[in-house]
């Protein structure tokens, strides 16, 4: 909402880890054969020593998780851009030194060549919005919506919607709760892979026409609040001098529904995967926590600002929570510290507002932000400061992203056009920026080394049964500015010719939220050891490599498609990212 009335390689379990390089030529493919001996000796300090001691562990467990004090994760230290990481995935790790005691067999070698993906690139909870403010922006005659007349391609780069809710709307008397208008919202959102932003306004002065303007029309706190004894005064608006009903807002009563109505609300939404974050929107205008438009009207104490966010905090132990815009020093300290993060409602118009995101960003957490204005609107304004506000240009659209690192950002706020002028002016740029803004998941290197079982003629080796294994090596990068902040579970498996799994390569790979960090990379192993007479599915006619992404563990088993897509050329339909041979 506007605050303005303006509006060398290692085999990796039998070897140790495998320290990959980018490789961004576009040849084809290559398959490469070498003798044993050229393999280099695996030694204790190659496996952080630690492997044999581990081992059971993931014998046991269906999938692998990551932290900094795993010792499968090892930093590379002499890279001032980006830390790489090592991670080795592997279904057993029992017998792999007692295989180079003797002479192994031969090791073959495929290397993928990758080239990122071509065009916009769009992946969940992260991204761009434009407003949504029903369900109806999803009827056909809707001429901006995303089935409209006008095919509109800003749909083509949205990943969640947003607006605002009134209060007194969803919440029409005392204990009475109405949800069924969001709700419509949410299920037409989700049924197009759309999360929503929640916000909802206690208060909006841009319905202020005049002094006859009924109250209701702006202040959308709930006439129950009234009743009961809350307070309110009179104040004059600044836009057009009209004079308007405004809340006492460290009013006791006051206080006290609002936050009952935040206790209800976590009730019904926290942690419901529809909902992207919501906003304590409890004071000032438009929620944003401030009055500035509002000539008699005063924010309450610090203190209560404060207690709100508790009460938020204390309610809602799921879904993110985010500051509003006007919420600054000692409550944005105390704010982060509870976990909620931090918006700003005027980038690119003030010279600054992409900065204070910095803090959110540096407590690791997405950060999200909207402009000063529309994009027609901000196109006129002036660079004069002060006094007026600095206008759109491509290079500072680009550098608020960058610099405030953002997980969330408007397209356009326009209610009107949902982004059409914005993106017909922008379409290469605003395509462009889909793989910078959050995070962005980029193979840079991938190559399957294939060691077949130790020769016949070393008994103690061939009585061990040491089995033919397959380990693919990858180096995933992450190019965006920002760490991705939720779960994310990585698989590789063995396809056919159709795309149909055959075997899963090693484990699942856990990565905790926060734990990616933006311009960072992380190296990555999963081994395929051949059961005792058993054929490689790896060596089988037209056999590809397929890496995927998903939100759980859960969504993998139960054979849902994966929702995270990399920014690769090779991704399928249910966005898997296919390695052909």
């Not at 001429?143 to 969803?170: D, F, I, M, R």
Request: glycine share 8%; with cysteine.
């Amino acid at each position: 909402m506007k605050r303005f009335a303006l509006p060398a390689m290692l085999l990796s379990v039998v070897m140790g880890l495998v320290a990959c390089s980018d490789d961004s030529s576009s040849s084809a493919p290559v398959e490469e054969s070498s003798s044993a001996d050229t393999v280099p000796a695996f030694t204790s300090s190659e496996s952080g020593g630690t492997e044999g001691s581990s081992s059971s562990s993931l014998l046991t467990s269906s999938s692998l998780t990551l932290s900094s004090s795993d010792s499968r994760v090892t930093e590379t230290i002499g890279s001032s851009s980006a830390d790489t990481s090592r991670v080795n995935s592997s279904s057993s790790l029992t017998g792999t030194s007692s295989s180079l005691a003797g002479e192994p067999g031969d090791t073959s070698r495929i290397s993928y060549t990758l080239r990122r993906f071509d065009g916009p690139l769009t992946n969940p909870h992260k991204g761009f919005t434009v407003p949504t403010e029903a369900a109806w922006t999803f009827d056909p005659g809707f001429e901006y919506g995303p089935h409209g007349s006008l095919n509109n391609g800003a749909w083509n780069l949205v990943t969640y919607g947003s607006g605002y809710q009134q209060w007194n709307k969803l919440n029409p008397a005392k204990g009475v709760y109405d949800w069924s208008g969001l709700e419509e919202l949410l299920e037409a959102l989700a049924a197009h892979n759309m999360g929503y932003a929640l916000r909802v306004f206690p208060y909006s002065p841009s319905f202020i026409r005049d002094d006859s303007t009924p109250e209701e029309n702006y202040d959308w706190t709930p006439k129950y609040v009234y009743e009961a004894g809350a307070k309110k005064i009179t104040a004059r608006y600044k836009e057009n001098g009209a004079s308007a009903a405004v809340p006492v807002w460290d009013d006791s009563v006051y206080l006290h529904y609002a936050k009952e109505f935040a206790t209800a609300l976590a009730a019904k939404y926290d942690g419901d995967p529809r909902i992207e974050y919501i906003d304590v929107r409890s004071f000032g205008e438009w929620g944003e926590w401030h009055v500035s438009n509002l000539d008699g009207s005063h924010m309450p104490s610090v203190e209560i600002q404060k207690d709100m966010l508790k009460h938020y905090a204390s309610v809602f132990k799921k879904s993110l929570l985010v500051l509003p815009s006007d919420g600054y020093g000692d409550v944005y300290t105390y704010a982060l510290s509870l976990g909620i993060t931090k918006r700003d409602d005027c980038l690119i118009g003030i010279p600054g507002t992409a900065d204070s995101l910095v803090r959110a960003y540096e407590a690791n957490m997405p950060t999200v932000a909207e402009n000063c204005g529309g994009y027609a609107i901000m196109l006129n304004y002036t660079d004069i400061i002060p006094g007026g506000y600095l206008k759109w240009t491509p290079e500072r659209w680009v550098d608020a992203i960058r610099t405030a690192h953002l997980t969330y950002y408007v397209l356009d706020q326009d209610f009107d056009d949902c982004g059409y002028r914005f993106y017909n002016d922008n379409k290469a740029l605003a395509d462009s920026m889909t793989k910078v803004i959050g995070y962005n998941f980029t193979v840079t290197h991938a190559e399957l080394l294939t060691v077949a079982p130790p020769t016949a003629g070393n008994s103690a080796d061939a009585a061990a049964g040491n089995a033919e294994t397959s380990t693919l090596n990858i180096t995933v990068r992450n190019t965006g500015v920002a760490p991705c902040f939720f779960d994310i579970y990585m698989v590789a498996e063995f396809v056919d010719s159709t795309g149909k799994a055959l075997a899963q390569i090693g484990e699942t790979v856990h990565i905790p939220k926060g734990t990616f960090k933006d311009d960072s990379s992380q190296e990555f192993a999963f081994t395929y050891k051949v059961a005792a007479g058993e054929k490689n599915v790896a060596t089988l006619p037209g056999v590809s490599v397929a890496l995927s992404l998903y939100e759980s563990e859960g969504a993998f088993r139960g054979g849902k498609a994966s929702t995270v897509r990399f920014d690769n050329e090779g991704l399928q339909k249910n966005n898997k990212l296919l390695l052909k041979p």
